[in-house]
């Protein structure tokens, strides 16, 4: 069972501007409310509809107190609007600063249960050769995805 | 009858002395002392659980704690996303007993809202012992959406950001000495426009990007400055919400 880990605050409803990020286990949870377990408000979600979400398969909605996840299909990359194109300089800094929210998640959180995911998608930033992707290109989050590479940083 | 005055020999700290009428000592010991200067003995700016154990001659803390801030929007159609809300702070003056030995834990930021137009996440809460609490910011909204609202206290001193309004929040946003550290690449030579001279919807000075403060909310995602936009294509990507700053804290002891 995982879990959607909300603020929590007298008279403050669930919404998804109050939403601390998603959990997959019991420890996670722990990793973010530190052991003051009551600053935090959980919502239990299946295992699958984490791991969808982890890898942005589906985007989170949550209105009025409800969730809902909803398929988030990628798009082949001939079919990526011009207008969302990046230039290689761009490309760059996105992909170093994707890259440094994974690296300080690894070093800040080394017993999440998704550190292994963590690990492979620095890798491969790491060892994405971006002299050889012709230019203008899609952002890094799709890059990734296409590779299965992707970590969402709200499940982390 | 004379009085017979004997000599008090000996060293004695903080003595308390005894005076006659005519102004000679006539008794002294070893005295208590009083409280000492506040001294800061401890600072932290990352998230995490750990244990504070206070000074052995401690007996009084004062301890500033900042919720973590949530992560700004994303943008959209080069627009920007919503400022995360910065996180709760709050002054706790707490008389402590010998051995002094408390965990405390500091809220991770949020992340940003990815493009296009999503929420930032809320940051996560930041709390000392077992009752002071400050809790993290809402993440702001995608572009057209709202700042993030700022966090709230739990059995403050005295609150310096405590669910204000995030218009207020900015106007209270306190540099305490600790609370920020130096800026590091990744914020000071990202090539977009505005985010360097930008936290929350207010427009600062290339300078001022020196520091960043612990708690403080992300900043909307925007798009790409001029340079960077391909000719001919219309082209104008939206971006990332920044993530919000992780909670911290600054402790001050009476040993000085």
């Known amino acids: ?156 | 009858m004379p009085r017979i005055i004997k000599p008090a020999s000996g060293t004695f700290t903080t003595a308390d002395i005894t005076v006659d009428s005519s102004g000679r000592i006539i008794a002294a010991s070893t005295g208590t002392a009083g409280g000492g200067n506040m001294v800061r003995t401890f600072n932290k700016a990352e998230d995490g659980t750990t244990t504070f154990t206070a000074q052995p001659g401690s007996s009084k803390i004062h301890v500033y704690l900042k919720g973590a801030g949530g992560g700004g929007g994303g943008g959209q159609g080069g627009q920007f996303g919503m400022a995360g809300g910065h996180g709760a702070f709050g002054f706790f003056n707490i008389p402590v007993s010998q051995p002094y030995s408390v965990p405390f834990t500091l809220g991770a930021g949020g992340a940003g809202g990815g493009p296009p137009n999503s929420t930032g996440q809320a940051g996560a809460a930041s709390s000392f012992n077992t009752n002071l609490v400050a809790n993290g910011g809402n993440g702001g909204g995608g572009t057209g959406g709202s700042n993030g609202t700022p966090g709230t206290l739990q059995n403050e001193t005295y609150a310096f950001i405590d669910g204000n309004t995030f218009d207020d929040s900015q106007k209270k946003l306190f540099t305490f000495e600790g609370m920020a550290m130096q800026d590091d690449d990744v914020y000071s030579n990202t090539v977009f426009q505005n985010n360097v001279y930008r936290i929350g919807p207010t427009y600062l000075n290339p300078g001022d990007l020196r520091m960043r403060v612990g708690g403080t909310g992300g900043v909307g995602g925007n798009a790409p400055n001029n340079d960077y936009i391909i000719p001919g294509t219309g082209s104008n990507p939206a971006r990332h919400g920044k993530p919000g700053y992780d909670g911290s804290l600054v402790i001050y002891e009476d040993i000085g």
Request: proline share 2%; hydrophobic share 30%.
């Open chain 1, 1 to 156: 069972m995982a879990y959607l880990v909300f603020k929590n605050e007298e008279g403050l409803t669930r919404s998804d501007q109050t939403l601390i990020r998603a959990a997959k286990t019991d420890e996670d949870v722990q990793i973010i409310h530190g052991g003051k377990s009551d600053t935090v408000n959980t919502v239990e979600i299946t295992d699958a509809e984490y791991d969808a979400y982890l890898k942005s398969d589906v985007t989170l909605t949550i209105t009025a107190d409800s969730y809902s996840f909803e398929n988030n299909p990628l798009p082949a990359e001939s079919d990526v609007n011009e207008t969302e194109l990046l230039t290689k300089e761009s490309f760059e800094a996105d992909l170093q600063e994707y890259k440094q929210a994974l690296t300080s998640v690894f070093h800040k959180r080394s017993t999440h249960s998704q550190i292994g995911k963590v690990t492979s998608a620095i890798d491969f930033l790491t060892n994405l050769d971006t002299s050889s992707i012709s230019y203008p290109t899609e952002n890094i989050d799709n890059k990734c995805r296409r590779a299965d590479k992707y970590v969402n940083l709200h499940c982390i």
